[in-house]
């Protein structure tokens, strides 16, 4: 049946042979012994299938061993005992249980009387480790196990031999998102897991990695509660804002908003450079979400916003950074937080004539007054006319009424003639 390099031991043996061709003007016939051979091991072979029951064990010789399994010699007969067969643990290649020539017992898992296949089995003899799994590894419990493989969305870690669980990409670590599992472990290293699912009928214990290890966030809320200052290096800056490396890898994100009280965020943020470092205000922490709000703008706290830095009714001298036709644009306060506004052109002169932004240069100092404070909105209204009014009325309260039509600069004159008298 096999192939037969030394034919010197059947030399002169007579022996049976079928007949499969015949030439007769040459005189030639083409015989073969293993057509007999095959015929007596098909009818052994048959005859050994029909001895043999599923669930019986039996003592073989192992044969041949493949990737896929090995063939294993029942006593005249070969079944084929599969990789996953041979134990309840995961086996890489059958040549980690096996060896040619090794005697193993085995019990017929299926026989296919067509084919008359064979299919054994060795973990079969053994007891199933998965049999009250669920009693053995509680949810919330923690294990230490072998981690055996390392796939794109996860690793499975070995519990025990024949048990093992996954731990998804998801589950591996508090603050590494986006991260291959290979980069945050190996295989054949221990790590400590707790058990997040079992679900026995499949087969399934879903564990986790970072479960087993402190909360980062839980520590940074501890560490860095609402409103205190943190500092860390700018890690990213986005279309949202400022990415920024606080402690144990957490990111913290300064939002466009929260960059600078006076100017856009996205002016803002063209001040700041990758790997530069920042400190900022802790806003809110969500644990569950894991995210961190911050703020750079609230460390130095809103001009407009807090106390009554600024009033309705107060007089204040402003300096003008832009002329438009509606109006000029204008701020005032500490240089280090100023605050901007927007006098309208009505709102540029008591003279009609006079309502006229060209009249005013970039650069200009202007007293104005304020006539309105709106800290929900941040925006503060500002008017020269308003002041002008303002000063006017108290020079008709300290120097007559102008009932007769007298202008202001009537009065004042008045008000320094008779001044000059008295002198």
């Known amino acids: 049946i096999r192939p037969v390099r030394d034919v010197g031991p059947l030399m002169g043996k007579e022996q049976p042979f079928a007949i499969l061709k015949m030439d007769r003007p040459r005189g030639n016939i083409v015989v073969s012994r293993r057509a007999i051979l095959e015929e007596a091991r098909a009818e052994q072979r048959t005859e050994l299938v029909g001895q043999l029951q599923e669930g019986e064990v039996r003592e073989g010789v192992v044969k041949n061993i493949t990737d896929y399994g090995a063939f294993v010699d029942l006593g005249g007969i070969d079944g084929l005992l599969h990789v996953t067969d041979m134990s309840w643990k995961r086996v890489s290649h059958p040549s980690q ?6 005697t193993v017992k085995v019990q017929i898992v299926k026989i296919n009387p067509d084919t008359q296949r064979i299919s054994l089995g060795m973990k079969q003899l053994q007891s199933d480790p998965w049999d009250g799994v669920e009693a053995k590894y509680p949810v919330g419990a923690k294990y230490t196990g072998r981690i055996t493989n390392i796939t794109d969305y996860g690793a499975f870690v070995e519990l025990e031999a024949g048990v093992e669980g996954l731990v998804h990409v998801s589950e591996m670590s508090w603050t590494k ?7 945050i472990v190996s295989t054949s290293q221990e790590v400590d897991v707790v058990v997040l699912d079992v679900d026995a009928s499949k087969r399934r214990i879903s564990l986790g990695l970072k479960q087993a290890q402190d909360n980062p966030w839980d520590a940074f809320v501890a560490n860095h509660p609402i409103g205190s200052t943190v500092e860390g290096e700018v890690k990213n800056a986005t279309e949202f804002g400022l990415f920024i490396g606080l402690d144990n890898d957490i990111d913290g994100m300064v939002h466009l908003s929260d960059l600078d009280w006076s100017v856009s965020g996205e002016e803002a943020i063209q001040r700041y450079r990758k790997g530069e470092m920042v400190k900022a205000k802790v806003l809110d922490v969500d644990v569950e979400k894991e995210r ?16 009554d830095t600024y009033r309705r009714g107060q007089q204040i001298t402003v300096t003008v950074t832009a002329i438009e036709s509606g109006g000029i644009e204008v701020k005032f306060g500490e240089d280090d937080a100023p605050v901007t506004a927007f006098v309208r052109k009505s709102d540029l002169s008591r003279d009609r004539n ?16 304020i006539t309105a404070v709106d800290k929900a909105s941040r925006r503060i209204s500002v008017s020269i006319k308003a002041l002008e009014m303002k000063d006017e ?17 009537d009065i004042l004159g008045a008000a320094l003639k008779n001044a000059g008298s008295k002198d």
């Open 97 to 102: 249980v096996l060896a040619v020539g090794d």
């Open 177 to 183: 998102k986006n991260v291959h599992p290979g980069k």
């Open 292 to 307: 961190v709000s911050l703020g750079i703008k609230q460390l130095g706290g809103d001009p407009i916003g807090e106390g």
């Open 354 to 369: 006079e309502q006229r932004p060209e009249r005013f240069a970039v650069g200009d100092r202007v007293d104005a007054m």
């Open 393 to 409: 009325q108290e020079a008709i309260e300290q120097f007559g009424s102008s009932d007769s039509g007298a202008s202001l600069g």
